[in-house]
C-alpha cells in the first residue's frame, strides 16, 4: 500500500513494485513478487538481490503496481463467461479423429 | 498481485451492502470448501483477514528478529566457506521477511505500519529467537533443529488457503532446506572432531532441542485458534500432530549426528502410531513470549537501532528519487 494514512512516520512510504523475472532466455517474463522502493533504478537492484539469489533469472522488469489495471473480482463470472460452453475451441472436443495419426 | 483494499464493515450495513455481504460469505464459502484460493481481492470474512494479517506479519517478524542469534556469529565463523555459508543464511532470512511482509500487505495493512509495531513492541514474532546463541555449535543446532521444525510447519503452509501465503511459503520453503543441511553439516563436523567439539554439539543440541518442538506452539487442548484456522484450510495440521512428526524426523537424523536427543521419554507409540516426547516447559514458553525470554530487550533493542541507523539511508535514497524525477520533469 502505498498511500497509508497512519501519522507513525515522518518518512514518505516508498512506492510498491510489482516484480517479474525471466528465468531463462527464451521464456517470457513471470510475476515474482512485490517489494518497495523509492525509484525504479533502486527496484530493480532490490529486485535483483530479493527475488534472484540463486540465479533464478537473466532479466528483471519493475512495474509501479499502481500503472496496473486489473479486471474487477467481484464481476469474475461476467467479465469471463464468453469463452464458457465454448469447448469446441479446444483440440479435446474433436473425438472423432482420435487413432488418426498426426492429426 | 499486491492490490489492498482494506473494507471495514459498518456498524450498520444497508440492503444491499447485507445482500453483498452474504454473497461474499457464500462465494468464500465454496472457495474453502473446494479447496481452491483465496486472492487479495477477493471478499474475505474480516475474522479471517484478521487471523491471517496477525500470523503473516507475525512470520515476517519472525525471520527478520530470526537474522540476530545468526548475524552475531558472521564475524566469528570458524573458516571463510562457513562465514559465506552464514551470510547467504541470514540474507535469506532477510528475503524470507520481505516475502513475507508482501503477503501480508495484500491484506491491507501497510509495510511502515507493521515495521513500526515491531519497533514499537506491539507485535509478536517466534520465541525461539529470544534464545541466545551461546557457542558455534549453536549455529549448527539451529539450522538443524529450529530450521527443521519451521520446514515441519511451513511445508503445509504452502497450501494455506489465502494465495499470496502459500506462493511466500513455496520460495521460502525451497531456500529453508540449505539452511537445515547446513546446520546438520556444522553438528556433523563438529560431532567427529574432538571430544570437547562432540561435546559443544552435544550441549547445543541439548539446549535448542525444547524450544524448538515449543516453537510449534501450544498443545492442542490450550490452542484455541487452531480449530478455525484449520477450517479455513490456512493450517492444515494441528500443532501436537506436526511436532510429533517432527520428533520422529529428529531421532533417526540425530542417530546419523551420533549425538542424542535430550529426552529420555521420546518414543514410538504403536497403539497412536505417533511419536511422543517428554513434558515441556509451557510457562516457559509464555514467559518468553510476554517478553522474559533471555535475549527479548536485545533483539528489540537491536532492531530499533538498525532502523534508526538505516534511516539516513532511507532519506537519501527518497531524496535521489525525488530529485531525479524532477530533473526528467523538467527535461
Not at chain 1, 517489494?35 to 533464478?56: C, G, I
Not at chain 1, 486489473?70 to 473425438?95: C, L, M, N
Not at chain 2, 520446514?151 to 521460502?172: F, H, K, T, W
Request: glycine share 6%; charged share 25%.
Amino acid at each position: 500500500m502505498s498511500n497509508p494514512t497512519e501519522t507513525h512516520s515522518k518518512e514518505t512510504p516508498w512506492p510498491l513494485w510489482e516484480v517479474f523475472v525471466r528465468s531463462s532466455r527464451g521464456l517470457s517474463h513471470v510475476h515474482a513478487g512485490s517489494l518497495h522502493a523509492p525509484d525504479a533504478v533502486m527496484a530493480l537492484r532490490n529486485a535483483r538481490d530479493l527475488y534472484t539469489r540463486r540465479n533464478e533469472g537473466v532479466s528483471i522488469w519493475v512495474v509501479p503496481a499502481d500503472a496496473i489495471s486489473s479486471s474487477d473480482p467481484d464481476s469474475k463470472g461476467s467479465f469471463f463467461e464468453s469463452p464458457q460452453g465454448k469447448d469446441y475451441r479446444h483440440a479435446t472436443y474433436y473425438t472423432k479423429s482420435e487413432g488418426v495419426k498426426h492429426l | 498481485m499486491a492490490s489492498q483494499n482494506l473494507q471495514s464493515v459498518p456498524a450498520e450495513l444497508s440492503p444491499e451492502e447485507q445482500e453483498r455481504e452474504r454473497a461474499g460469505q457464500a462465494y468464500f464459502d465454496r472457495i474453502i470448501a473446494e479447496d481452491s484460493r483465496i486472492e487479495p481481492r477477493d471478499w474475505m470474512p474480516e475474522a479471517y483477514r484478521k487471523t491471517l494479517l496477525r500470523q503473516v506479519s507475525q512470520h515476517a517478524h519472525s525471520e527478520i528478529i530470526g537474522m540476530q542469534p545468526e548475524a552475531n556469529w558472521i564475524s566469528r565463523a570458524p573458516s571463510l566457506k562457513r562465514k559465506a555459508i552464514l551470510m547467504a543464511k541470514v540474507q535469506d532470512e532477510a528475503g524470507h521477511g520481505l516475502y513475507l511482509y508482501s503477503a501480508a500487505e495484500t491484506l491491507g495493512q501497510s509495510r511502515d505500519k507493521m515495521m513500526q509495531d515491531l519497533i514499537d513492541g506491539k507485535a509478536r514474532y517466534s520465541s525461539i529467537f529470544n534464545y541466545p546463541a551461546v557457542t558455534w555449535a549453536d549455529m549448527g543446532a539451529i539450522g538443524w533443529l529450529v530450521d527443521g521444525a519451521a520446514i515441519c510447519n511451513q511445508v503445509p503452509l504452502c497450501r494455506a488457503s489465502y494465495g499470496p501465503y502459500g506462493r511466500a511459503m513455496v520460495r521460502i520453503c525451497k531456500e529453508e532446506s540449505f539452511h537445515q543441511r547446513q546446520g546438520f553439516e556444522i553438528l556433523l563436523e563438529l560431532s567427529n572432531g574432538t571430544p570437547a567439539q562432540k561435546q559443544m554439539a552435544q550441549d547445543a543440541v541439548n539446549r535448542w532441542y525444547a524450544p524448538a518442538l515449543m516453537m510449534f506452539g501450544p498443545p492442542d487442548d490450550d490452542s484455541p485458534n487452531s480449530k478455525q484456522s484449520m477450517a479455513w484450510n490456512i493450517k492444515r495440521f494441528s500443532n501436537d500432530e506436526l511436532r510429533s512428526r517432527f520428533v520422529g524426523m529428529m531421532v533417526e537424523q540425530v542417530r546419523v549426528l551420533g549425538l542424542t536427543l535430550p529426552d529420555p521419554d521420546v518414543r514410538f507409540n504403536e497403539e497412536t502410531k505417533k511419536w511422543e516426547h517428554g513434558p515441556l516447559d509451557w510457562n516457559e514458553f509464555k514467559d518468553v513470549l510476554a517478553g522474559k525470554g533471555p535475549c527479548n530487550a536485545q533483539r528489540m533493542e537491536r532492531r530499533r537501532q538498525a532502523h534508526e541507523d538505516g534511516a539516513w539511508v532511507r532519506e537519501a535514497a527518497a531524496a535521489y528519487a525525488a530529485k531525479q524525477a524532477q530533473k526528467e520533469h523538467a527535461a
